[in-house]
């Protein structure tokens, strides 16, 4: 097999796999390391058509945000230290505010993988709808729902993302599952920098 085959959900899934072994450990976890994780998601984007590109426009340039920050602030940590000392966290655009946002991303794609996994049948609508309405729509006002639930018509199906993703059925239940599994744990320690200095998590 050639270690040069294009596997974007495996490499999602080992980028995430990599980031909670570092949870498991004592050391922080770096804002590049995270940072570099959370763009390998943006190639799934590709695979939903034009109808989510205002969605990608917003994640991705969130995540450059963090990459661009993570060159002169080594940890998430510091990242909210330095927005607390500034008294920004909440404001648009700061690094603390897109990290939430980023961390939802993720969320929403552990969510709508574990709804993958259950669902019959080859159509996204409802894990994408069941995943959406869980994540990110307690936090979009009415606007954002109408587009997204209107985006949701447009999804390809399941074995059209599979297909683009050059996974099979079996393959892709393995990544799938290997992305929940260590996402978890990632999605967990970034709600637990913001908790623990009593910043909240539900803005
Ligand atoms: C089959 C898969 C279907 C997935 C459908 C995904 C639908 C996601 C729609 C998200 C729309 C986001 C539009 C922009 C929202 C912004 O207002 C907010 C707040 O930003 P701020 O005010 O701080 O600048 N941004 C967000 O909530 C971040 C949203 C990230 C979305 C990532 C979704 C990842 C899904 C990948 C699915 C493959």
């Known amino acids: 097999m050639a270690t040069d085959e294009y596997k974007p959900l495996r490499r999602i899934a080992d980028a995430f796999d990599s980031l909670a072994g570092t949870v498991n450990s004592t050391v922080p976890i770096e804002a590049v390391h995270f940072s570099d994780a959370c763009s390998r998601v943006s190639v799934l984007f590709g695979c939903l058509g034009i109808?989510?590109?205002f969605a990608e426009m917003d994640y991705v340039s969130k995540v450059e945000d963090l990459k661009e920050a993570a060159k002169s602030i080594p940890t998430l940590q510091s990242m909210l230290e330095l927005?607390?000392?500034s008294n920004c966290i909440r404001q648009g655009g700061s690094h603390s505010r897109n990290l939430l946002r980023v961390k939802r991303g993720i969320d929403m794609v552990k969510v709508l993988f574990e709804e993958i996994l259950?669902?019959?049948g080859n159509s996204l609508k409802d894990p994408a709808s069941v995943a959406?309405?869980?994540v990110l729509a307690p936090h979009h006002g009415?606007?954002?729902r109408k587009a997204v639930?209107?985006?949701?018509?447009a999804l390809p199906s399941?074995?059209?993302?599979?297909?683009?993703?050059?996974e099979d059925e079996e393959s892709s239940r393995i990544e799938m599952q290997k992305y929940i599994t260590s996402s978890g744990?990632?999605?967990q320690y970034v709600e637990e920098l913001f908790i623990s200095r009593e910043l909240g998590i539900d803005w």
């Open 51 to 53: 109808a989510f590109k």
């Open 83 to 85: 927005d607390i000392k």
């Open 118 to 120: 259950v669902a019959d």
């Open 132 to 134: 959406y309405s869980k």
């Open 142 to 144: 009415w606007a954002i």
């Open 149 to 153: 639930s209107a985006g949701m018509y």
């Open 158 to 166: 399941k074995s059209q993302l599979l297909k683009k993703l050059n």
């Open 185 to 187: 744990p990632v999605i």
